[in-house]
């Protein structure tokens, strides 16, 4: 792997029985972290980030050390914008 693939890393968290979970954790090419959802992260979802749809992504910049992205729900463009930036 080049410095350049290990830049970025996800968070994905998930729910059971989600289509949506299963086809994000499947399709993104970046290095992630699958974390199931559990209560106190639905609390942290709804109160601090607004977020009612599974899968939640955020996707960090090792180099910064910072949060670069996050979304929630299936987003095939975040998806394919990602996987481009990991080939870079």
Do not use: G, H
Request: charged share 40%; with cysteine.
């Amino acid at each position: 792997m080049t410095e350049q693939e290990n830049r970025y890393q996800a968070t994905v968290i998930w729910k059971d029985n989600c289509i949506k979970c299963k086809i994000t954790m499947e399709r993104l090419k970046l290095p992630f972290k699958p974390v199931k959802l559990s209560s106190d992260i639905i609390d942290w979802l709804k109160n601090e980030k607004e977020v009612r749809t599974m899968p939640f992504v955020q996707v960090y910049d090792l180099k910064k050390d910072e949060i670069v992205d996050e979304w929630s729900n299936l987003r095939p463009d975040k998806i394919t914008e990602w996987n481009r930036k990991a080939k870079e």
